[in-house]
């Protein structure tokens, strides 16, 4: 089982298994648990995914752990700067040259990129904001939703907001479970 330790993560499956990243040490960094991407991975077709878009991206684990087990293209969109060097480390010592990092704040990339289609979507901002309703209301309103198949979204287990509302239309919810302090939902296009 993949875990944190001494600020490293193991990636769990795929061309990358076993591999080794490391993260730094920030107290608002909180990497996606192992056991949480075991459950997100062995729900999402990836073999349904050509790409992924990784909102809020911290450690860039979700892409890693993607692209690994066989995402083409990653998109990585993170505002901390200290964050999108690591990411880039990382994907350099794996040698994986499929992953675009953005060093933006995610709704600003949101409204600037040309593309709103991408397979599977991942949101972890940081818990004790609005930036979840935020985004999820961006993606809605410029039809990401419509053109994804699959959306994961991860809260503190203690946020009672009701973000299925965004997806109603466009989405089935899969998967919404809390595990410790983590609530997360994995949700699939309804025309899948």
């Not at 990358?16 to 648990?33: A, C, E, G, H, V």
């Not at 239309?169 to 595990?179: G, M, Q, R």
Request: overall charge positive; hydrophobic content about 35%; proline content about 2%.
């Amino acid at each position: 089982m993949a875990k944190l330790l001494n600020n490293k993560l193991k990636i769990i499956s795929g061309k990358y298994k076993s591999r080794i990243i490391t993260i730094p040490n920030k107290s608002n960094l909180r990497p996606t648990k192992a056991f949480i991407r075991e459950s997100l991975f062995n729900i999402v077709n990836l073999n349904i995914c050509n790409n992924s878009l990784d909102l809020f991206s911290g450690s860039g684990i979700l892409s890693i752990e993607a692209l690994s087990r066989g995402v083409d293209k990653a998109i990585l969109v993170e505002q901390d700067s200290d964050l999108v060097k690591c990411i880039k480390q990382n994907l350099i010592l794996l040698d994986e040259n499929n992953a675009t990092v953005f060093n933006k704040k995610v709704s600003k990339f949101l409204k600037d990129n040309d593309s709103n289609a991408f397979d599977v979507i991942f949101l972890d901002p940081p818990y004790g904001t609005n930036l979840l309703d935020e985004t999820l209301n961006f993606l809605k309103d410029y039809e990401y939703l419509n053109h994804n198949k699959y959306i994961y979204f991860e809260t503190s287990k203690q946020d009672k907001n009701n973000y299925l509302k965004y997806l109603t239309n466009t989405h089935d919810v899969l998967k919404n479970l809390s595990i410790g302090d983590v609530s997360y939902t994995i949700a699939i296009n309804k025309k899948l």
